[in-house]
């Protein structure tokens, strides 16, 4: 098992959209992806809603757990994402 500590950057914390990119990105993977939260909340990175639930605002910060092939490339990558700032245009 492979993992990442990150801190949530994005000034809006994870909304829809990066919870759509993340969870897109973690589609198909063979192993295991998990996102814990200090204090015990843990979710299987399988669902764009559970991830918003989380309630992650800038500066929080989560550790991202693979488990399964290449899974420090997978680690890396997922990790990447949820530390950007996600630079969406104004709506």
Known sequence: MTSNTVTIQNQ???H????MLIVKAAQGYP????VCRPGGIDIKLNSALALMAMA??????V???VNGPEEQQKCTEISE????????PEA
């Open 56 to 61: 992650l605002h800038p500066g929080d910060t």
């Open 12 to 14: 809006r914390g994870i």
């Open 81 to 88: 994402l949820i530390a950007s700032t996600f630079d969406f």
């Open 63 to 65: 550790t991202v757990c």
């Open 16 to 19: 829809v959209r990066p919870a």
């Open 31 to 34: 192993g295991s992806i998990t």
